[in-house]
């Protein structure tokens, strides 16, 4: 993730943060999109998707 941020910001875009907590991060992207009028793309699998959704309603997580 480290090497993906530089080269992120070698491109121009702002600074990247890691962030592990899946819901801290989408708050913190949030945050950021919406301080610098961007948007927030979340990618992974779909639980993780389902979970983002899901989360901030419920402790509920998606499992197999």
Not at 16 to 32: C, G, H, K, N, T
Not at 40 to 60: C, K, M, N, P, W
């Amino acid at each position: 993730l480290h090497s993906l941020g530089g080269q992120l910001r070698d491109g121009g875009a702002p600074p990247a943060e890691i962030e592990p907590d899946p819901l801290r991060a989408l708050a913190r992207a949030r945050r950021r999109a919406s301080e610098l009028g961007g948007i927030v793309l979340a990618t992974g699998s779909v639980y993780l998707l389902a979970d983002l959704r899901r989360g901030e309603h419920s402790g509920e997580v998606s499992a197999l």
